[in-house]
C-alpha cells in the first residue's frame, strides 16, 4: 500500500482543529513543508507534550511527508517560549541526519499558529485571500498530525485516541493520552472545574461552547474552562440579536479592529470596521464589504483584544458568512502591512486583557487517560463527506479496527474503534462501543 492510502485508511486529519484529511495534503506537490508546532491559544500544552513524548515520529513524519510530496526544505515552526525544547528538536534532527529541516522559533503572538501568518512569518509568501498555503508553494501539518503520519506508515496505527490539554478554571489542570469517543464528562470529573464555570473545546479564541455529553473527536485538543462572566465567554454566548443591538449603539468606527486585524495586515481586502458599518447601515449586504466574511479566519482579535467596546466583528462576519453565496473573490497582488510585525498581538497582553493570566500554569501530563464507559464515535470528524458504518450492533471489535469507510472517490477517512469492545448501537451519525 502506497503512503497517501496508508495515511487516508489511518483516519489522520488535522489534529489542530481544522480536519482536513491529511492524505489530500500528501497528493500535492509543495517546496516547503512545515510542522506547525506554535500552539497560539492561550493556556494550551497539547503541542508542548506531542513534542516531549514524539519527537522521534514528528521528524519522521515530516521526513516522510517532504519525500513522498518532493518538498526540498522543511521547517519546525515552534514559539521561542518553548526554547526548553529546542535542544531536543535539534539533536532529534541531527540523528536522523535531516539536514533539510530547520527549527523556525516564532514570536509569541497570537494568532501564530494560523497557517497563513505562519506562512508569511517562516517564508515570506503571502497566500493570496480565498487560497490555501499550497497556493505559495507550502504545506502545512500539525507536529500530532505528522507523528500519527509515521505511526500509520510504519505501524499501521491509526488515529484512535490523541493528546488532550484540560485546562483554565480547574482544581487539577492536566494533559492526557485520551481515547477519541471518551465523553467530556469523564474527562471533567478528574479535571474538578471550578463552580460557575463554561466549558469551551478547542481554545479561548477560537473554540466554541460545548457540554458534558460531548465527546473527544480526532480534533478535540483542549477543552477549557473559564468563568461565565469571562469576556471569551461573553462573546461566545451573546445572541446575535445583542451583538447587533450593542454594535449599533457603540461602534465608533475607531478602525481599531481593522489596524489589528491579521488577514487585513497581510494585505487581505479585509476591513473589520467596515462591516461594522454594513451592519449598521444597512449597506448592501452583497457588497464586497460583506463578502469579506469569506476572508475571516475567525481568530477573534478584532473582537476580544482590539476593540474597546468588545464587539464582535467575528461574529458578524460568521454571520454574513453563513447568509451569504460564496462567490468570487479575485486574486489581487498582496502586499503585508509594513508595520506588520510591530501589529502582532503579545499572548500576554491577550491573556492579561481576558483576565486568565493567573491560568497560565504547565499542567502535569498524567498518560494514558483511564475511561471504561461507552465510547461514543461520530462518522464525521473531518471536512468533507460523512464516513458510512460498517459494523453491526452486537459485533465484537478490536482495538484500532476500522468502524466505517469511505464512498470511493469522496473527501472523507474512516474511523477506528479506540478499544476492545461491543458495538452497542449504530446508525448514520456515530457508533457507541461498550466493553
Ligand atoms: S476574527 Fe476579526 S481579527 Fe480575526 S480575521 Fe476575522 S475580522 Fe480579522
Ligand atoms: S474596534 Fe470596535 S468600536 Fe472600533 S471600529 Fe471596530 S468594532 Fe467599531
Not at 15 to 21: S, T
Not at 127 to 155: F, H, M, R, S, Y
Not at 256 to 265: A, F, G, H, K
Request: glycine residues 8%; hydrophobic residues 35%.
Amino acid at each position: 500500500m502506497n503512503i497517501v492510502d496508508k495515511v487516508k485508511n489511518a483516519g489522520i486529519v488535522g489534529a489542530g482543529g481544522a480536519g482536513f484529511p491529511t492524505y489530500v495534503k500528501l497528493q500535492s506537490k509543495p517546496d516547503t513543508y512545515i510542522c506547525n508546532a506554535a500552539e497560539c491559544e492561550p493556556l494550551l500544552y497539547t503541542d508542548y507534550y506531542v513534542i516531549k513524548n514524539n519527537i522521534s515520529d514528528i521528524i519522521k513524519g515530516l521526513k516522510i511527508t517532504m519525500e513522498t510530496t518532493g518538498a526540498k526544505q522543511g521547517f519546525f515552526a515552534i514559539k521561542k517560549k518553548r526554547k526548553a525544547l529546542f535542544p531536543l528538536i535539534e539533536e532529534e534532527i541531527k540523528k536522523q541526519k535531516a539536514e533539510n529541516i530547520k527549527l523556525f522559533p516564532l514570536g509569541d503572538y497570537y494568532p501564530a499558529g494560523d497557517e497563513q501568518s505562519l506562512v508569511y512569518d517562516v517564508t515570506g509568501k503571502i497566500v493570496p485571500q480565498k487560497g490555501i498555503p499550497i497556493d505559495v508553494g507550502v504545506v502545512v501539518n500539525n507536529a500530532l498530525t505528522l507523528a500519527q503520519i509515521t505511526k500509520a506508515v510504519e505501524n499501521n496505527e491509526p488515529v484512535y485516541r490523541r493528546f488532550v490539554s484540560v485546562v483554565g478554571e480547574v482544581e487539577n489542570p492536566f494533559v492526557a493520552l485520551v481515547n477519541i469517543g471518551t465523553p467530556f464528562k469523564a474527562l471533567i470529573e478528574y479535571a474538578k472545574p471550578k463552580e460557575g464555570t463554561v466549558l469551551i473545546e478547542g481554545g479561548v479564541m477560537m473554540g466554541n461552547v460545548k457540554t458534558p455529553e460531548d465527546v473527544v473527536t480526532k480534533t478535540t485538543g483542549a477543552l477549557v474552562f473559564l468563568k461565565e462572566n469571562n469576556p471569551a465567554v461573553r462573546e461566545k454566548t451573546a445572541s446575535f440579536e445583542s451583538v447587533t443591538r450593542f454594535s449599533k449603539a457603540a461602534c465608533c468606527q475607531c478602525t481599531e479592529c481593522t489596524v489589528l486585524c491579521p488577514r487585513y495586515n497581510l494585505g487581505h481586502k479585509i476591513e473589520p470596521h467596515m462591516i461594522m458599518r454594513t451592519l449598521n447601515y444597512g449597506l448592501d449586504s452583497t457588497s464586497h464589504i460583506a463578502q469579506a466574511a469569506f476572508l475571516c479566519c475567525q481568530c477573534g482579535v478584532c473582537s476580544m483584544f482590539a476593540c474597546p467596546f468588545g464587539l464582535s466583528p467575528k461574529r458578524v462576519y460568521a454571520y454574513f458568512r453563513q447568509k451569504l453565496k460564496d462567490y468570487n473573490i479575485p486574486p489581487i497582488e498582496h502586499k503585508a502591512d509594513p508595520f506588520n510585525e510591530a501589529k502582532k498581538v503579545p499572548t500576554k497582553r491577550l491573556m492579561a486583557r481576558l483576565g486568565i493570566l493567573h491560568l497560565d500554569v504547565t499542567p502535569e501530563f498524567i498518560g494514558e487517560f483511564q475511561f471504561n464507559g461507552d465510547y461514543v464515535i461520530p462518522l464525521k470528524q473531518h471536512i468533507g463527506a460523512p464516513s458510512i458504518p460498517v459494523v453491526k450492533e452486537g459485533e465484537r471489535v478490536s482495538k484500532g479496527q476500522a468502524i466505517s469507510k469511505c464512498e470511493e472517490k469522496s473527501l472523507c477517512v474512516p474511523v477506528h474503534s479506540p478499544t476492545d469492545g461491543i458495538i452497542k448501537k449504530v446508525n448514520n451519525n456515530f457508533v457507541i462501543i461498550g466493553s
